[in-house]
């Protein structure tokens, strides 16, 4: 047998070991969670396998995960019959960081600092399997992968810059397939080893996992035993003069070990959506994703008829970190089964279109097919009309959070996905129905609270026909805007788009309500008070003060001309009818750049 090699970290681990070990002390129990999380991913993993491989299954033992503990060496083991690693796979998985947990842990870490530092988000992100160095000394990993034919140990210390990798040689140790962790735990850690101790972490935190957590507990049962007679007792009944002797029997509790079912196995989405409570959506979510913080809609339903599939969905109360997550639907947020195996949640706008790809969930289906792959997914008639469901859901989901109590809700969604609704105006004219009652902007009436074009549409002069709106890169400058003064003279409420989408996002949607957006910083504004005969007069008057403009300005402008929609401002600078408005010209530029 070659002998244990050693290995370096990349230096991210390094740097990322100690930022875990030194920022997440207080909140050391999320060890367990992590680790049954990667646990349950390797199970998911060998199941989906199996479905064309069956054979892979065919040695007997069942998808679980087992946990065991030794409280007077402070040991803890965690044991699952998951997809296992190879010895290259334990380089590639343990020793870098190419893994999605740990990379957004570190690019939020990152995005925080520039935004300040705040260590506190740390706290909030699930950091994988290094978390184990928050309790432990060591850490093994002893593993079998179905691709080899051998079995690896991974051995790393806390504080330590290598890690070793050598062959498994201990029959007793061998395992048919799959993980051991064997966790050394630090001196004053070893409370975790504890069976109550580890229950109750497994109860709380991976209460939905969707396979067996078994741990090893003691268990009594009383049973009735004969004894010898007390002689104390026998003595008096000497004195008493009885000489019939009594049987004594007593109750005594057998003490043995066992494993002991720990978690809820049902899927939490197979369950009668009245009896599940919110804490338990949220739970689920928070186990399932990764995340600490609780969503901040969910929505559970079953659909019948021409395709079956259950689902539930959640809107995040954050959005993803990175500023290019806008773009990237690749979120892995959905999680697809069929028949309660999980496939994938590597999409790619097959479930979601990209503007919602922040939706996260789970959809199980029994009308596709187990095997079904990326090819079946892009072209399945029974996907397009889950996708059609899924989106419709998605709108009543977040049209509830604008119907919340608390009017905090929307004002955060609207933080953190707005501009997600908004791309939806110009990427899914299908949905402008729905996407349009979300909407929110600030207004000349509003520049406070936002408002959503039902309230602006309620708050319409009689015979008022449009919506106004101006474009502008802030509340202050749309404020200020020479155009709107006559508007506002009449008490008429103006949009300020002040987002550089908005405008553009308006001018998809075209109409809410029938009622037209119109931009009044175009040149034929119309506010249905034409004076056609003084207009005439003035025109005549000066038309030659125009001209003279025009020729001083020369190809600087298209056209000099007279307005009536000035009060206090001598003169505007305005788009044509057809042109880009200032806005759109600021936008386009800064594109170009
Ligand atoms: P993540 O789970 O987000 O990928 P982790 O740091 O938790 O990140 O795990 C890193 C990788 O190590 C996993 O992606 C997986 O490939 C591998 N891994 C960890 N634990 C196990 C396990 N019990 N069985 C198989 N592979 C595992
Ligand atoms: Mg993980």
Redesign the pocket.
């Known amino acids: 047998v070659p002998p244990a090699e050693k290995y370096e970290y990349q230096a991210e681990v390094s740097r990322l070991m100690d930022l875990i070990v030194n920022s997440l002390y207080s909140n050391k129990d999320v060890f367990l969670r992590?680790?049954i999380?990667?646990?349950s991913?390797?199970l998911d993993k060998l199941r989906f396998l199996s479905v064309t491989e069956p054979n892979l299954l065919n040695d007997g033992f069942d998808l679980d995960i087992r946990i065991q503990t030794d409280k007077d060496n402070g040991i803890i083991t965690i044991t699952?019959t998951?997809?296992?690693?190879t010895r290259q796979?334990l380089v590639d998985?343990?020793g870098t960081i190419a893994?999605?947990?740990?990379a957004k842990f570190l690019k939020t870490l990152k995005d925080s600092k520039d935004a300040g530092g705040d260590s506190n988000l740390i706290g909030q992100f699930?950091v994988?399997?290094?978390s184990a160095f928050l309790v432990s000394e060591r850490v093994e990993v002893s593993?079998k992968s179905p691709k080899s034919d051998k079995q690896y140990v991974w051995e790393g210390e806390v504080n330590s810059s290598s890690y070793t990798i050598r062959e498994e040689t201990d029959a007793a140790k061998l395992i048919p397939r799959?993980?051991r962790?064997t966790l050394y735990l630090k001196r004053d850690d070893k409370g975790f080893a504890h069976p109550e101790k580890i229950q109750k972490l497994v109860k709380n935190y991976s209460q939905f996992v969707s396979f067996p957590i078994y741990t090893w507990q003691e268990k009594g049962y009383t049973k009735e035993v004969e004894v010898d007679e007390d002689p104390v007792e026998a003595n008096k009944d000497e004195q008493d003069g009885t000489t019939e002797k009594k049987k004594k029997t007593k109750t005594v509790v057998e003490r043995y070990w066992d494993w002991e079912l720990t978690n809820e196995t049902q899927p939490i989405w197979l369950r009668n959506p009245k009896e599940v409570t919110t804490d338990e959506y949220n739970e689920f979510y928070k186990n399932t994703f990764?995340e600490y913080l609780e969503p901040l809609a969910s929505s559970h339903f079953t659909t019948e008829g021409e395709v079956e599939f259950r689902s539930i969905l959640y809107v995040p109360s954050i959005a993803a970190t990175g500023k290019d997550d806008i773009v990237n639907p690749k979120t892995k947020n959905i999680r697809l089964y069929v028949k309660r195996v999980f496939i994938s949640d590597d999409f790619d706008g097959e479930l979601f279109p990209r503007y919602l790809s922040f939706i996260k969930g789970v959809v199980d289906s029994n009308d596709l097919p187990l095997n079904v792959s990326r090819e079946i997914l892009q072209e399945s008639r029974i996907v397009r009309i889950m996708r059609k469901r899924l989106v419709r859901k998605a709108f009543d989901m977040i049209l509830g959070i604008t119907l919340s109590e608390d009017k905090d809700d929307y004002v955060k969604f609207w933080e953190n996905f707005g501009k997600h609704i908004k791309l939806g105006c110009i990427e899914d004219r299908e949905n402008h129905k729905r996407i349009a009652p979300l909407l929110r902007f600030f207004s000349s009436q509003s520049e406070e609270d936002m408002i959503s074009l039902d309230e602006y549409v309620e708050n319409m002069k009689t015979d008022q026909k449009d919506i106004y709106y101006i474009a502008a890169d802030s509340v202050a400058s749309a404020r200020n805007a020479p155009f709107l003064e006559t508007l506002a003279e009449k008490d008429i409420e103006v949009l300020f788009l002040v987002d550089p989408i908005d405008e553009v996002a308006i001018q998809n949607l075209k109409s809410y309500k029938e009622k037209n957006f119109v931009d009044i910083s175009k040149e034929d504004l119309d506010l249905g008070d034409k004076n056609e005969e003084k207009e005439k007069e003035i025109k005549q008057e000066f038309g030659q003060t125009c001209d003279w403009i025009k020729n001083r300005l020369a190809d600087k402008v298209a056209s000099v001309q007279i307005s009536n929609r000035l009060r206090s401002s001598p003169c505007v600078l305005a788009s044509g009818k057809f042109g880009w408005s200032a806005n759109m010209e600021r936008l386009m530029k800064s594109q170009a750049v």
Request: aromatic share 8%; net charge negative.
């Open positions: 992590e680790l999380s990667n646990a991913d390797a699952d998951g997809i296992g690693m796979e998985c343990l893994q999605s947990g740990t699930g994988g399997f290094y593993t799959g993980t962790l990764n």
